[in-house]
């Protein structure tokens, strides 16, 4: 049984930060991919960050500069940092994982930029 735990989100201000976190309870299996996605009211979900084992990273080419994700195997934890945020950034982030092919999502954490 895998189960990820979110925490972080929030309302900040336009230019502000926030960090997310992500918990993967997942004795026993070995962790692929971990990553961020959200989604926005009336938009589909979308890919913010990914990062690779060996800890490659990928970002959507809105995020680039401003967020940061980062992963410790040995917690399997992952973490968004985010920065000079934009009302365009606001939605439901979703922390994902791979095992072996099989997708895993958080049950989503509301991050809200606005004045």
């Known amino acids: 049984q895998v189960q990820l735990v979110e925490s972080g989100g929030g309302l900040v201000q336009p230019g502000g930060s926030l960090r997310l976190s992500c918990a993967a309870s997942?004795?026993?299996?070995?962790?692929?991919?971990m990553g961020w996605y959200r989604q926005a009211p009336g938009k589909q979900r979308e890919l913010v960050a990914t990062?690779?084992?060996?800890?490659?990273?990928k970002y959507a080419d809105s995020v680039k500069g401003r967020f940061t994700i980062s992963r410790d195997n040995a917690k399997n934890t992952v973490d968004l940092e985010m920065s000079s945020l934009k009302s365009e950034d606001t939605a439901i982030y979703y922390c994902?994982?791979?095992?072996?092919?099989?997708?895993?999502w958080g049950q989503g954490t509301q991050v809200t930029v606005s004045s």
């Open positions: 990062i690779f084992t060996g800890g490659s990273t």
């Open positions: 994902h994982v791979d095992i072996w092919g099989y997708d895993y």
């Open positions: 997942a004795t026993g299996f070995v962790i692929n991919t």
